[in-house]
């Protein structure tokens, strides 16, 4: 859906969708039926600027065990959106306040991009299908979640490293 900037009007415009996401937009996981996004548009010129929530759910799959689960994305945004010839050929740095600013071609704001983007951003970068997940055994890769397998990972001490090689001279099997 894309929403022409000089179609928004001086009060503003707001819009509130039923959004069914690309999946190969998503950074991880998939989504799990249709995001609820309340938007709200104001427009200066050429700059607009748009704000809102977006409610939802996604299947993501742990990254201790494994496991889907489902992930409630709540997000509230604001957003400048500019123009994208705003945007300054080579090297560019941004400042402080440029960290929340979206570009848009063409006299149009594609929203579901915009929605899309503010998704992959309440997505954690390790999610968890709770904070105590216990994880894979790395010895037999039972879900420990569900089975107490009964192998013990052992760290071994790296203060006693020394002694270790000692006791295998003294063995005779170093």
Same mark, same amino acid.
């Given at each position: 859906?894309?929403?022409?900037?000089?179609?928004?009007?001086?009060?503003? !415009?707001? !819009?509130? !969708?039923?959004?069914?996401?690309?999946?190969?937009?998503?950074?991880?996981?998939?989504?799990?039926?249709?995001?609820?996004? %309340?938007?709200?548009?104001? %427009?200066?010129?050429?700059?607009?600027?748009?704000?809102?929530?977006?409610?939802?759910?996604?299947?993501?799959?742990?990254?201790?065990?494994?496991?889907?689960?489902?992930?409630?994305?709540?997000?509230?945004?604001?957003?400048?959106?500019?123009?994208?010839?705003?945007?300054?050929?080579?090297?560019?740095?941004?400042?402080?306040?440029?960290?929340?600013?979206?570009?848009?071609?063409?006299?149009?704001?594609?929203?579901?991009?915009?929605?899309?983007?503010?998704?992959?951003?309440?997505?954690?970068?390790?999610? !968890?299908? %709770?904070?105590?997940?216990?994880?894979?055994?790395?010895?037999?890769?039972?879900?420990?979640?569900?089975?107490?397998?009964?192998?013990?990972?052992?760290?071994?001490?790296?203060?006693?490293?020394?002694?270790?090689?000692?006791?295998?001279?003294?063995?005779?099997?170093?």
């Amino acid at each position: 859906m894309f929403l022409e900037v000089e179609k928004i009007p001086p009060k503003g !415009l707001t !819009l509130n !969708l039923d959004m069914v996401i690309n999946q190969a937009r998503l950074t991880e996981g998939r989504t799990d039926g249709p995001f609820e996004a %309340r938007l709200k548009f104001k %427009r200066r010129g050429e700059r607009v600027k748009a704000w809102g929530t977006i409610k939802g759910t996604v299947i993501l799959s742990c990254s201790r065990c494994a496991e889907e689960f489902s992930f409630e994305v709540e997000s509230s945004f604001s957003l400048d959106i500019l123009p994208i010839y705003y945007l300054r050929e080579g090297e560019v740095s941004l400042q402080e306040g440029e960290l929340d600013t979206t570009f848009y071609r063409n006299g149009k704001i594609e929203v579901e991009r915009l929605v899309t983007d503010q998704i992959n951003l309440s997505i954690p970068m390790k999610p !968890l299908c %709770r904070v105590d997940c216990k994880g894979i055994c790395p010895v037999c890769g039972a879900n420990r979640n569900k089975i107490n397998c009964g192998h013990v990972e052992k760290i071994p001490d790296p203060r006693l490293s020394q002694l270790k090689i000692l006791l295998e001279v003294k063995n005779g099997s170093a």
